[in-house]
C-alpha cells in the first residue's frame, strides 16, 4: 500500500483463485472485484457440456439485465436443463456477484471484463 500512497483500488479483475479472492477481501475490502469473463466462459465449457446449458449460462454471463431478471432466468435454466444439483452452478451461484453483468452496474471497469 505504501507504493500506491495509500490509496485502494476501485476495480480489480482476476482469474477465479481462491488465495487471490481472500487477499484482496482482506488488503482491499472496498473494492469491487471481478471474476475474468474468460475464465469463467472457458468453465462453463467444461462443466456444461452441451451448447443448450451453456447458452443460457453465457447470456447471464454477458449481458446487462436487471438482479431480478437475473434470479428469474437463472431458476428457469436451472429447471429448464436439470442444473439444480450440478455443484459448479451451485458455487458459481454463490459468487454471482464477482461474474454476472447484472451485478456490476455503476462500478468502473473501463469495459474490461478479461484478463486475457
Same mark, same amino acid.
Given at each position: !500500500?505504501? &507504493? !500506491? %500512497? @495509500?490509496?485502494? $483500488?476501485?476495480? =480489480?479483475?482476476? +482469474?477465479?483463485?481462491?488465495? !487471490? #479472492?481472500?487477499? *484482496?477481501?482482506?488488503?482491499?475490502?472496498? &473494492?469491487?472485484? #471481478?471474476?475474468?469473463?474468460?475464465? =469463467?466462459?472457458?468453465?462453463?465449457?467444461?462443466?456444461? @457440456?452441451?451448447?443448450?446449458?451453456? &447458452?443460457?449460462?453465457?447470456?447471464? $454471463?454477458?449481458?446487462? *439485465?436487471?438482479?431480478?431478471?437475473?434470479?428469474? $432466468?437463472?431458476?428457469? !435454466?436451472?429447471?429448464? @436443463? %436439470? $442444473?439444480?444439483? +450440478?455443484?459448479?452452478?451451485? #458455487?458459481?451461484?454463490?459468487?454471482?456477484?464477482?461474474?454476472?453483468?447484472?451485478?456490476?452496474? %455503476? @462500478?468502473?471497469?473501463?469495459?474490461? #471484463?478479461?484478463?486475457?
Amino acid at each position: !500500500m505504501d &507504493s !500506491m %500512497g @495509500h490509496k485502494h $483500488l476501485i476495480s =480489480i479483475l482476476t +482469474n477465479e483463485d481462491e488465495a !487471490m #479472492r481472500q487477499a *484482496i477481501d482482506e488488503i482491499f475490502p472496498k &473494492s469491487q472485484h #471481478r471474476i475474468c469473463e474468460w475464465y =469463467i466462459s472457458k468453465n462453463a465449457s467444461t462443466h456444461l @457440456h452441451k451448447k443448450e446449458k451453456k &447458452s443460457p449460462f453465457q447470456y447471464l $454471463l454477458y449481458k446487462q *439485465i436487471s438482479e431480478e431478471e437475473f434470479e428469474e $432466468l437463472w431458476k428457469e !435454466m436451472l429447471e429448464q @436443463h %436439470g $442444473l439444480e444439483e +450440478n455443484d459448479w452452478m451451485s #458455487r458459481m451461484y454463490e459468487k454471482k456477484h464477482r461474474w454476472a453483468e447484472a451485478y456490476f452496474k %455503476g @462500478h468502473f471497469f473501463a469495459a474490461m #471484463r478479461s484478463t486475457q
